[in-house]
């Protein structure tokens, strides 16, 4: 059989507490039916000041009761520490002064950094704090603190000294040096007494304040004044002896009795010196001198070309001092500078004679050139016909002047043709000279002439153009036009394939055809130059028929030059326009149609 006996309630009550903190420890209390278990309470447990709502707990009933646990409600209330703030009056003594704080038994904490301070000043409320910590009240405040200000003592000395041109003052001390002393009323630079300067002292803040008087004086002093006369070249500008004064700048010096212009020995110049306010005065005289300048003479020499007239060394310029010229400075003499013939003068000298204020200036050689007279040779284009005479012209001058009864020498083509003397008007004129071997053409500079020079005009040259052309033919055939059968008028019209006989003449300056190809043609023995073309303009063969054998070029014959001319390469129906180039430059054109 099973027995079982049950354990009993012993009815567990755990009771919290409310109390003052003391700085003990306190438990809550427990009970149960006739006290019997074991209450564990350790939670319960508090010294510090603090709430503390579910503080554990339990309980053993052990062998016969029923065990149990829970929470309970402690409380410590915080207590008054009585804080107390005491403030200060003292005076400034430049440390840092703090109210004091006590409380029961020193506990807390006190914040007095508002009530800390060091300068002089009333502070009335100065704010406080006490902070309890965990176990007490806090609490603040306000507390009257004061600290009082001092006498620093202020003393200025005034000064008496030379002038030296710089500002002066009075000079303050005070205790330890503190506070602002005002003396700008103290402060001079220039020489003078001055008996009632005031001053004054700000204590600032922690110093009690104060002002006064002082008696300050500068005396004056030697400016040593010094005038230094001077020595000069004139230049036209007035001088004027120099002052100095130690220290520079110093003082009025009247110096207008030293002052010229002109040259000349000035030996007791008066002058004075004021030294103003802060320097001594003074006076003397010193000893001025102002030379003779000398000028600047610019004789210009001539170097020019023989033309009949006398020449003169130039005067280019008289040049003085201060801007002064010409008569003003001096004059000068170039009368030993004169000559008219070409020559070299080394020997030429001029002289200068100065004003009052200038220096003479002895003889001065320059060298003086009358060269040759130039010449220019002006050369007239020639024209002329093949064989025959030309007439040769050319003028002679030496600037605008023309020159007459010269010799001039006339070439054509290089080669000398004889020479002619220049007449009234500079022209030397040579007729008939021979154009003989000279081939019909254009020749730039053909015509030469010169002038060889003599004792007064040097030489010179000159060319032309020279043209020779062609001469009227006198036989049956005009010259330098084309010759039948080709008509002149272009009217000719010539079988196509047939032969056309070109033919022309050109003659010499007696009439007569001229035979040499060379003075002919252009080039070679001369050939035909179709210029232009056109179809369709032929009317009916109107000229005979030629069958001779075509030429390659032209070929003299029977006074004339002929040149058989193949049409076979030309085309039925067309009229063309040739030209045969000459030597002369020109040419000669034809024109005819084939059909």
């Given at each position: 059989?099973?027995?079982?006996?049950?354990?009993?309630?012993?009815?567990?009550?755990?009771?919290?507490?409310?109390?003052?903190?003391?700085?003990?420890?306190?438990?809550?209390?427990?009970?149960?039916?006739?006290?019997?278990?074991?209450?564990?309470?350790?939670?319960?447990?508090?010294?510090?000041?603090?709430?503390?709502?579910?503080?554990?707990?339990?309980?053993?009933?052990?062998?016969?009761?029923?065990?149990?646990?829970?929470?309970?409600?402690?409380?410590?209330?915080?207590?008054?520490?009585?804080?107390?703030?005491?403030?200060?009056?003292?005076?400034?003594?430049?440390?840092?002064?703090?109210?004091?704080?006590?409380?029961?038994?020193?506990?807390?904490?006190?914040?007095?950094?508002?009530?800390?301070?060091?300068?002089?000043?009333?502070?009335?409320?100065?704010?406080?704090?006490?902070?309890?910590?965990?176990?007490?009240?806090?609490?603040?405040?306000?507390?009257?603190?004061?600290?009082?200000?001092?006498?620093?003592?202020?003393?200025?000395?005034?000064?008496?000294?030379?002038?030296?041109?710089?500002?002066?003052t009075a000079t303050g001390t005070s205790d330890g040096n503190v506070g602002t002393f005002t003396l700008t009323g103290t402060t001079h630079t220039d020489a003078g007494d001055y008996p009632a300067d005031a001053w004054s002292f700000d204590g600032g803040t922690n110093y009690l304040s104060e002002n006064g008087t002082v008696?300050?004086?500068?005396?004056?002093?030697?400016?040593?004044?010094?005038?230094?006369?001077?020595?000069?070249?004139?230049?036209?500008?007035?001088?004027?002896?120099?002052?100095?004064?130690?220290?520079?700048?110093?003082?009025?010096?009247?110096?207008?009795?030293?002052?010229?212009?002109?040259?000349?020995?000035?030996?007791?110049?008066?002058?004075?010196?004021?030294?103003?306010?802060?320097?001594?005065?003074?006076?003397?005289?010193?000893?001025?001198?102002?030379?003779?300048?000398?000028?600047?003479?610019?004789?210009?020499?001539?170097?020019?070309?023989?033309?009949?007239?006398?020449?003169?060394?130039?005067?280019?310029?008289?040049?003085?001092?201060?801007?002064?010229?010409?008569?003003?400075?001096?004059?000068?003499?170039?009368?030993?500078?004169?000559?008219?013939?070409?020559?070299?003068?080394?020997?030429?000298?001029?002289?200068?004679?100065?004003?009052?204020?200038?220096?003479?200036?002895?003889?001065?050689?320059?060298?003086?050139?009358?060269?040759?007279?130039?010449?220019?040779?002006?050369?007239?284009?020639?024209?002329?016909?093949?064989?025959?005479?030309?007439?040769?012209?050319?003028?002679?001058?030496?600037?605008?002047?023309?020159?007459?009864?010269?010799?001039?020498?006339?070439?054509?083509?290089?080669?000398?043709?004889?020479?002619?003397?220049?007449?009234?008007?500079?022209?030397?004129?040579?007729?008939?000279?021979?154009?003989?071997?000279?081939?019909?053409?254009?020749?730039?500079?053909?015509?030469?002439?010169?002038?060889?020079?003599?004792?007064?005009?040097?030489?010179?040259?000159?060319?032309?153009?020279?043209?020779?052309?062609?001469?009227?033919?006198?036989?049956?055939?005009?010259?330098?036009?084309?010759?039948?059968?080709?008509?002149?008028?272009?009217?000719?019209?010539?079988?196509?394939?047939?032969?056309?006989?070109?033919?022309?003449?050109?003659?010499?300056?007696?009439?007569?055809?001229?035979?040499?190809?060379?003075?002919?043609?252009?080039?070679?023995?001369?050939?035909?130059?179709?210029?232009t073309y056109s179809r369709g303009t032929v009317d009916n063969v109107n000229e005979a028929t030629y069958t001779d054998i075509p030429d390659s070029a032209f070929r003299w014959s029977t006074n004339q030059w002929i040149f058989n001319m193949a049409t076979s390469n030309l085309t039925k129906g067309t009229t063309y326009t040739?030209?045969?180039?000459?030597?002369?430059?020109?040419?000669?054109?034809?024109?005819?149609?084939?059909?």
């Amino acid at each position: 059989m099973h027995d079982h006996i049950d354990k009993a309630n012993a009815h567990p009550v755990v009771t919290g507490y409310t109390v003052d903190y003391d700085g003990t420890a306190h438990t809550a209390t427990g009970t149960s039916d006739g006290n019997v278990g074991t209450f564990t309470l350790t939670g319960t447990t508090h010294t510090d000041a603090g709430d503390y709502p579910i503080d554990a707990w339990s309980f053993d009933g052990g062998t016969n009761y029923l065990s149990d646990s829970g929470t309970v409600h402690d409380h410590i209330n915080k207590i008054s520490a009585h804080p107390v703030v005491t403030g200060y009056t003292v005076d400034y003594d430049g440390t840092a002064h703090t109210a004091t704080g006590t409380s029961d038994g020193n506990v807390g904490t006190f914040t007095l950094t508002a009530t800390t301070h060091t300068d002089a000043g009333d502070y009335a409320t100065d704010a406080w704090s006490f902070d309890g910590g965990t176990n007490y009240l806090s609490d603040s405040g306000t507390v009257h603190d004061h600290i009082n200000k001092i006498s620093a003592h202020p003393v200025v000395t005034g000064y008496t000294v030379d002038y030296d041109g710089t500002a002066h003052t009075a000079t303050g001390t005070s205790d330890g040096n503190v506070g602002t002393f005002t003396l700008t009323g103290t402060t001079h630079t220039d020489a003078g007494d001055y008996p009632a300067d005031a001053w004054s002292f700000d204590g600032g803040t922690n110093y009690l304040s104060e002002n006064g008087t002082v008696h300050d004086h500068i005396n004056k002093i030697s400016a040593h004044p010094v005038v230094t006369g001077y020595t000069v070249d004139y230049d036209g500008t007035a001088h004027t002896a120099t002052g100095a004064t130690t220290p520079t700048g110093v003082g009025t010096f009247t110096l207008t009795g030293t002052t010229h212009t002109n040259a000349g020995d000035y030996a007791s110049d008066a002058w004075s010196f004021d030294g103003g306010t802060n320097y001594l005065s003074d006076s003397g005289t010193v000893h001025d001198h102002i030379n003779r300048a000398n000028a600047m003479v610019n004789v210009t020499p001539y170097n020019v070309a023989y033309d009949t007239n006398p020449h003169t060394a130039t005067v280019t310029s008289i040049t003085g001092v201060n801007g002064q010229t010409g008569a003003t400075v001096g004059t000068v003499d170039v009368s030993h500078t004169t000559h008219t013939n070409p020559g070299t003068y080394s020997s030429d000298y001029w002289t200068f004679t100065g004003t009052a204020n200038y220096n003479d200036i002895g003889n001065t050689t320059i060298t003086d050139i009358i060269t040759l007279g130039a010449t220019s040779l002006s050369v007239t284009p020639a024209s002329g016909t093949y064989n025959g005479p030309v007439n040769l012209s050319a003028h002679l001058t030496s600037g605008s002047p023309d020159l007459s009864g010269k010799t001039i020498s006339f070439t054509l083509n290089g080669n000398s043709v004889g020479t002619a003397i220049t007449n009234s008007n500079g022209v030397a004129t040579k007729t008939g000279a021979s154009l003989s071997g000279i081939l019909p053409g254009a020749y730039p500079s053909g015509v030469g002439a010169s002038f060889a020079g003599d004792s007064s005009y040097s030489g010179s040259s000159g060319t032309a153009a020279l043209t020779v052309g062609y001469g009227a033919c006198t036989g049956p055939n005009p010259g330098h036009v084309i010759l039948p059968p080709i008509n002149t008028d272009g009217s000719s019209v010539f079988k196509q394939g047939s032969t056309v006989p070109v033919k022309f003449t050109v003659c010499d300056a007696s009439g007569n055809p001229i035979s040499n190809a060379a003075a002919v043609f252009a080039s070679g023995y001369g050939s035909v130059t179709m210029l232009t073309y056109s179809r369709g303009t032929v009317d009916n063969v109107n000229e005979a028929t030629y069958t001779d054998i075509p030429d390659s070029a032209f070929r003299w014959s029977t006074n004339q030059w002929i040149f058989n001319m193949a049409t076979s390469n030309l085309t039925k129906g067309t009229t063309y326009t040739f030209r045969i180039y000459l030597k002369d430059l020109s040419y000669i054109q034809f024109t005819f149609g084939t059909k």
